[in-house]
């Protein structure tokens, strides 16, 4: 007849394996818990805005220029190559500006929005000595209605790694 042996440890608990190793499941979940806690505080997302009581402010604004746009029937032929950015500006302007800001934001990374000036020329054509990457980006063109004394906003969309033409009109977003 067979006997049975008993087994003794003769080992504490904090010598044994299966305790550390159930020790060691809750642990690492509370230390990828806590890293990603700090990667979520110091990479937050550019998307999100932080105050939208100013915001909201400003809708009224930026409704009012881009009604004046509608008013002045304006569109902008834009040209794009690595040095320069052309602008064929178009509308019942009655005298058009010297300056027209160029608003570049870029999709998803706001350390890459910029904004450039062009400038008339003789030719009426807008210029700018500046290029943008050839990337996706919102564009916004404003300048000011000299006879209204009011500012024009018109929007867009461009891929540049795509088209180097964009017309942008009071409807084009």
């Known amino acids: 007849m067979a006997t049975l042996r008993k087994h003794e440890d003769d080992q504490p608990w904090f010598k044994q394996f299966w305790p550390w190793f159930i020790i060691a499941l809750p642990a690492t ?32 604004e930026e409704l009012s220029a881009e009604r004046l746009a509608d008013q002045l029937d304006i569109n902008a032929d834009m040209r794009f190559t690595d040095e320069m950015i052309t602008i064929d500006l178009k509308g019942r302007i ?56 009011k500012m024009w906003n018109i929007k867009g969309e461009v891929d540049l790694s795509q ?8 409807r084009s977003l």
């Open 163 to 170: 088209q180097e033409h964009i017309t942008l009109t009071d």
């Open 29 to 60: 979940a509370v230390v990828a818990s806590l890293h990603l806690v700090y990667v979520a505080m110091e990479q937050k997302p550019d998307l999100v805005r932080t105050n939208y009581y100013k915001d909201g402010l400003a809708i009224n």
């Open 94 to 149: 009655h005298t058009k500006p010297v300056n027209i800001v160029i608003a570049f934001q870029h999709p998803t990374d706001a350390t890459k929005d910029t904004t450039i000036i062009a400038t008339r020329g003789a030719d009426n054509i807008y210029r700018s000595t500046e290029g943008i990457p050839a990337q996706r980006w919102y564009i916004g063109l404003e300048g000011m209605d000299e006879a209204s004394m």
